[in-house]
Every structure is written in C-alpha cells, then in structure tokens.
T-cell receptor, first 116, second 111 residues
Framework: EAQVTQNPRYLITVTGKKLTVTCSQN?????MSWYRQDPGLGLRQIYY???????DKGDVPEGYKVSRKEKRNFPLILESPSPNQTSLYFC???????????????FGSGTRLTVV | LAKTTQPISMDSYEGQEVNITCSHN???????ITWYQQFPSQGPRFIIQ???TKVTNEVASLFIPADRKSSTLSLPRVSLSDTAVYYC????????????FGSGTRLQVQP
C-alpha cells in the first residue's frame, strides 16, 4: 500500500531532550515536507526537500533540523525541544513539483508531540 | 504565493450538494488549484486539482472560471462522513514553492 509512515504517533517529552520523528514513504517520491498544525494557525510548513541531499526552510524552521540521506526517509529532528513546539506534526510527500504541475501530497497520519 | 480566501464554515444536510468557493485573486499563470480534505487528527487528503474550466473525479467537481481568480469545489449529495475541513491551495508548478494551507472551510453535515 502506498503510504507515508510517521513514528511515533504520540510522544511526550521534556524540555531540552533531543528527539527525532521519523518519516518514510514507499512511493519513490522526490519531494518531502514537514508541517505542523496548531489550533487557529492551520498547517505551516517547517522544512521541505526536493530530493536526496536537497533541503530548504519552510515558513517556521526555527528549532528544527532535517536530513535527506535517502529518498524514502525524511526525519525531523528537535535538538532541544521547548513547550512551544508542542503540536501535531505531519510529514508529506509527492512527486517532484518541477514537472510542469504540482502533484498532490500524500500525508502521514501525524505525530502528536507534547513538550513539558 | 497566491493567497487564498475561503469561508470559515458551512453547514449542510445529508443528500444536498455543497459548493465551497475559494478566492485567489493573484493567482499566477503557472499555478494550479488543489483541494484537500482533513478529518480531525488526520493528515489532509488530496481531493481534486485543476488548472481551468471544470474537472471531475469520483468524489468531487472543481469549477474554475476563465479569469481563474476563484474556484468552487462541488461535493454532490454529501453525507455525514463528509464533515471535515476543506482547504483550497494554489500551487506553483514551476518549482518547489511550499503549498501554503490557509485556514480552510469547516463543513458540518447534519442528518
């Protein structure tokens, strides 16, 4: 089944303790992205990746890191989480956005992160 | 990026047709219009995408006038399970540009 898999689904952690949220897709998509969703603020893009070893900042990158060493994986790293990073996180992937039309995103099921 | 404006919420009843209009006055020549559906605590799901005129698939239709400054998502004969938030996005087809999600339209379908 074509899908984007995020882990974990739920995570409670303490301020300052480094964590990684994994994202993997099995559709051979070039483009991957991370979003966070907060009440009243909608979905905001954190980072995106056009392809392996190509990443760039989205609208709210502060406090996050990403890497794209393999095409299928795009982990989100919080080096020193803070309570304001408590949110619902979504990973998404699609075919390359540079082929003349933007392809639809496939989203993961989400990771609900709580930083205390 | 073209900004989109949608109604915050809409109410409907089962079996009715629902039309959600999105305004995107500064849409660019290469931009496509895409609609997503999101249920609580789930990732958005692609519904339909179009460039101009009309597009139809098994779940919805998308109407885009000639000036492309707006678009209308049409959901035929909605059911309770169509209660969700619907997002209209305008996507840059030339490169990476982030698809920016607006606030969306919260559709509530009543029995």
């Amino acid at each position: 089944e074509a899908q984007v898999t995020q882990n974990p689904r739920y995570l409670i952690t303490v301020t300052g303790k480094k964590l990684t949220v994994t994202c993997s897709q099995n559709m051979n998509h070039e483009y991957m992205s991370w979003y966070r969703q907060d009440p009243g603020l909608g979905l905001r893009q954190i980072y995106y990746s056009m392809n392996v070893e190509v990443t760039d900042k989205g609208d709210v990158p502060e406090g996050y890191k990403v890497s794209r060493k393999e095409k299928r994986n795009f982990p989100l790293i919080l080096e020193s989480p803070s309570p304001n990073q408590t949110s619902l996180y979504f990973c998404a992937s699609s075919l390359s956005q540079g082929r003349g039309r933007p392809y639809g995103y496939t989203f993961g099921s989400g990771t609900r992160l709580t930083v205390v | 990026l073209a900004k989109t404006t949608q109604p915050i919420s809409m109410d409907s009843y089962e079996g009715q047709e629902v039309n959600i209009t999105c305004s995107h006055n500064n849409i660019a020549t290469n931009d496509y219009i895409t609609w997503y559906q999101q249920f609580p605590s789930q990732g958005p799901r692609f519904i339909i995408q179009g460039y101009k005129t009309k597009v139809t698939n098994e779940v919805a239709s998308l109407f885009i006038p000639a000036d492309r400054k707006s678009s209308t998502l049409s959901l035929p004969r909605v059911s309770l399970s169509d209660t969700a938030v619907y997002y209209c996005l305008v996507g840059d087809a030339r490169g990476r540009r982030a698809l920016t999600f607006g606030s969306g339209t919260r559709l509530q379908v009543q029995p």
